[in-house]
């Protein structure tokens, strides 16, 4: 068993984390972790944080921040903007990683690396992937999953009041697997003229991201788990992906399993969402449907995403998508980065500050006096982020 049942999305132990918590991660992960969840926060119970600020942290909780490419930089500054203006006690550490903006080396990404190891958590923008060929078929971006094992993939897809869609009141979470499938990065040119690209599907990953599922579910009390595939084409490799979600889902009897085939998948998301509750997959559906649940709220610029391993956590947007062409323009909509970071507040316990930054946000955009042009608007990221402050400072008065 992968999970404790109780234990947190994708049993990641790096949040601090109150004694029960702390004691499962503990034996877990193992002694070592001691000192890092021993590092809590006296805070209020649940049902009052959004009341009263909790008392101030012993010392700031350390990030490590990588922008990324195309609008990342801008969405990031957004997010250190409004964490100064809500006094949250986090200190970042800035790293510039990308492949076409020549700051990409083997140096420079175990410099990330290192970081990230050290902090636990991480919060960073798309890291651009050009499909030029150039002796390295797996990308930064991909290489940093595989060296922290970021296996799960969560994007939950929620409607934002006051912005009204096709469907609204939608609430549906979305797990990716993310280390292998056809993500493997095993291509050759066996012939000129034919290339073989390898699907990797492996019993103990499937599992894993089966279970992580199942107790995601649990925890979040929801009711659902629809894992989706292609197994009646790839008879074999999607084939024991759904066979292991059937087998996890034996171990879960008070939550109802379903599949459903990728193709048609799609369509029922377009025509009839509210039939889903917690989707599961492999690599490349979940590249896919992530975008495609993230239009059916709003766009690129309003769902938050997460990933997760045994030991770290790194928040970055649902729908990963730089939006080069309005870098320097002022018109991305920091919504999905600043909802991405409440998040990650949330996972390091500054429940205050978590809940004050997204309601923030989400009362802007109820407001719907300042939109970005995504959602149908004139106002610039700067204008949403200054109204996000004022909300803040509005609040603290």
């Not at 980065?337 to 390091?348: D, I, K, Q, V």
């Not at 719907?368 to 149908?376: A, N």
């Amino acid at each position: 068993m992968y999970l404790e049942k109780n234990a947190a999305p994708g049993g990641c132990p790096v949040r601090p984390c109150q004694k029960p918590l702390c004691l499962l991660i503990i034996s877990v992960i193992g002694a070592r972790l001691q000192p890092f969840c021993a590092r809590s926060l006296s805070l209020t119970s649940s049902q009052n944080v959004s009341e009263s600020p909790p008392a101030r942290a012993d010392s700031t909780f350390k990030v490590t921040m990588v922008p990324g490419d195309g609008v990342g930089p801008e969405l990031m500054t957004a997010v250190k903007e409004v964490f100064k203006a809500a006094d949250v006690p986090v200190e970042f550490e800035e790293f510039h990683l990308s492949e076409v903006q020549n700051m990409a080396s083997e140096e420079k990404l175990e410099e990330v690396l290192s970081s990230m190891k050290n902090n636990r958590v991480a919060i960073k923008g798309k890291i651009h992937t050009p499909m030029e060929y150039k002796g390295e078929l797996a990308s930064y971006e991909m290489r940093l999953r595989r060296k922290l094992d970021l296996f799960a993939n969560v994007v939950h897809v929620n409607s934002l009041p006051g912005y009204s869609t096709r469907h609204n009141n939608l609430d549906l979470v979305i797990i990716r697997e993310q280390t292998e499938g056809e993500y493997s990065s095993l291509e050759h040119e066996s012939v000129s003229g034919v290339v073989e690209c390898l699907k990797i599907i492996t019993r103990e990953k499937s599992r894993r991201i089966a279970k992580f599922a199942f107790d995601y579910a649990t925890k979040k009390g929801r009711s659902k788990v629809t894992a989706v595939h292609k197994a009646n084409i790839m008879k074999l490799g999607d084939g024991l992906f759904l066979q292991s979600c059937a087998e996890v889902a034996e171990l879960y009897p008070k939550i109802k399993y379903e599949n459903i085939i990728i193709d048609n998948c799609c369509m029922q998301l377009v025509q009839n969402p509210y039939q889903f509750d917690v989707l599961v997959m492999p690599n490349l559906y979940g590249n896919i449907i992530d975008n495609l649940a993230a239009g059916l709220v709003g766009g690129a610029g309003v769902v938050p995403g997460e990933s997760y391993s045994a030991e770290y956590a790194v928040f970055e947007t649902g729908a990963r998508h730089p939006f080069a062409q309005a870098v320097g323009r002022n018109i991305a909509n920091p919504t999905a980065m600043l909802l991405t970071a409440a998040n990650m507040l949330r996972h390091l316990n500054l429940e205050y500050h978590s809940n004050m930054v997204s309601e923030a946000v989400k009362k802007v955009i109820k407001q719907g006096k300042v939109r970005t042009q995504d959602l149908g608007g004139y106002s610039t990221t700067g204008d949403f982020v200054r109204a996000v402050v004022a909300n803040l400072r509005h609040r603290t008065v």
